[in-house]
């Protein structure tokens, strides 16, 4: 299989950068959705569609990034 229609993009939410990994194998999309400063791993989902994957890559890193404590520096 051939990975096909690849973008990224980063975007912010709730005041931290997310990258934002969309790709397609086969007939399934893929989204996967890090935090840019460390890079931690936020969320990996699939989709029928691009805005399916995305919607549900988005919806669990924004669930998880509320959790984040913040401290001042």
């Known amino acids: 299989m051939k990975v096909e229609n690849f973008s990224e993009r980063r975007l912010e939410i709730d005041g931290w950068p997310v990258n934002l990994t969309t790709y397609q194998i086969g007939g399934v999309f893929h989204c996967k959705a890090d935090n840019v400063s460390p890079g931690a791993g936020l969320a990996r989902t699939t989709g029928a569609t691009r805005e399916e994957a995305e919607e549900k890559a988005l919806a669990r890193a ?9 401290h001042p520096v």
């Open 62 to 70: 924004r669930e998880r990034l509320s959790r984040t404590r913040r």
